[in-house]
């Protein structure tokens, strides 16, 4: 199995690491080219959304992930990885992705002074620990998307067939258990 | 400062990383600056090549004129303080300024201390042209560190000297014994656990930037493959010809630092860059300013 990670802009590098300690290799989409690769799954890390949303349009991948998303690739996006992939982002015009039933919120919790540190259950996997960074969170789903995760009431992870994603930073704790969710993801759309 | 809120702090320098900060002084260029696909904007009344023109004392910008910033754009924002001027920090922070950078680039408040950035729960980065410098500067409690370069002169060569020479000495503590360790961390001025973590991880605790006569694409490349997890660009962006397609060419550069040939594309038609002056033609060494 191999997992891409958009290596654009932000925490890509922390994301391989848990990749890395799970056994799974993974190679870095940095531009169009990189996309001939052969990839099992995608991991859209933290980072600025602007960035990368500009990013994956001027360096010609955003149209063809895209595609490939509606076609069932496995993709997890944490904190800006949510909201690229959102229908909607109720602060801000921008669409990227688009793929996932969901309202983001950006910046949901203010500026730094906002960030946190929370534990709270994950369905399916139980108690885990979550950072979030100046982060979103889901203000609203509909469709298929199933909850796996609240904070102080708000929906803070969720899941639409091949899509996961959370507005918190799995990659910044030890806890590996979401990475190998996202595994098993994989394992079980072949 | 807890434990607690100093690991988000560093945190949120790690989602910086592989993005490019920019210096803007009005709400219109801060929009611009986001854009172009800046990470962050530092927000400051004058680029520190006009401070370098204009002279005399330099302070915190108006919590106003930062303000306004504020509601421009989405992205964080960093202002700069004095060294040394916590009070002008406390009032950074309460304006609720996403980082601030504790920067030589304004003129010093305290020849001898810096702040003490454990006192406070926003996050600090400060510029460094050792490793010395930059561990002291953790150890105050900074959770993000860049290369002080000379502000305000489009040269790069300084930028350049204090990435090398810190990476130099992570590599040397890298290979040390560890009873080596000691008497490094005595020559240092740090404590013993900040050395002993290069020496195990063969980086900084925290993430480190490069800034400091940053004014090109390739500048920015340069700087990448020397090692720096990503880059400031002060005057260099605002001063040039078309800041626009400057600033968004800095950040493709970031991204793709290892690839000449979209390097070479990058490059075109970019327009004037910064005059720029260089080393032997400043009578202001900022980077002398606090060790």
Known sequence: ?190 | MSTNRYELNKNLAQMLKGGVIMDVTTPEQAKIAEAAGACAVMALERIPADIRAAGGVSRMSDPKMIKGIQEAVSIPVMAKCRIGHFAEAQILQAIEIDYIDESEVLSPADDKYHIDKTKFDVPFVCGAKDLGEALRRINEGASMIRTKGEPGTGDVVQAVRHMRMMQAEIRRIGSMAEDELFDTAKQLGVPYELVQYVHEHKKLPVVNFAAGGVATPADAALMMQLGAEGVFVGSGIFKSGNPEKRASAIVKAVTNFNDAKLLAELSEDLGEAMVGINEQEIELLMAERGK
């Not at chain 1, 190679?27 to 990839?39: A, M, N, Y």
């Not at chain 1, 859209?44 to 955003?62: A, F, H």
């Not at chain 1, 960030?115 to 469709?143: L, Q």
């Open chain 1, 1 to 190: 199995m191999k997992i891409a990670v958009l290596a654009v802009q932000g925490a890509f590098i922390e994301h391989e690491q848990m990749l890395s300690r799970l056994g799974v290799d993974t190679i870095e989409l940095r531009q169009r080219s990189d996309l001939e690769k052969h990839f099992d799954g995608l991991i859209i890390p933290g980072g600025e959304s602007t960035v990368q949303g500009k990013l994956l349009r001027e360096l010609g991948m955003l149209d063809e992930l895209k595609a490939r998303i509606e076609n069932a690739l496995p993709v997890f996006g944490t904190c800006a990885g949510l909201i690229l992939l959102a229908k909607k982002i109720k602060n801000d015009e921008r669409v990227h992705f688009g793929t996932m039933d969901i309202v983001a919120l950006r910046n949901a919790y203010g500026r730094q002074l906002g960030s946190f540190y929370d534990e709270n259950e994950f369905e399916g996997i139980g108690k885990i620990p979550m950072t979030f960074i100046r982060a979103p969170y889901i203000e609203s789903v509909s469709g298929n998307v199933e909850v796996l995760a609240r904070s102080g009431g708000n929906i803070v992870a969720a899941r639409q067939k091949n899509q996961l994603v959370t507005s918190f930073h799995p990659e910044l704790n030890d806890d590996l258990s979401v990475h190998k969710y996202f595994i098993d993801m994989i394992k079980n759309s072949k």
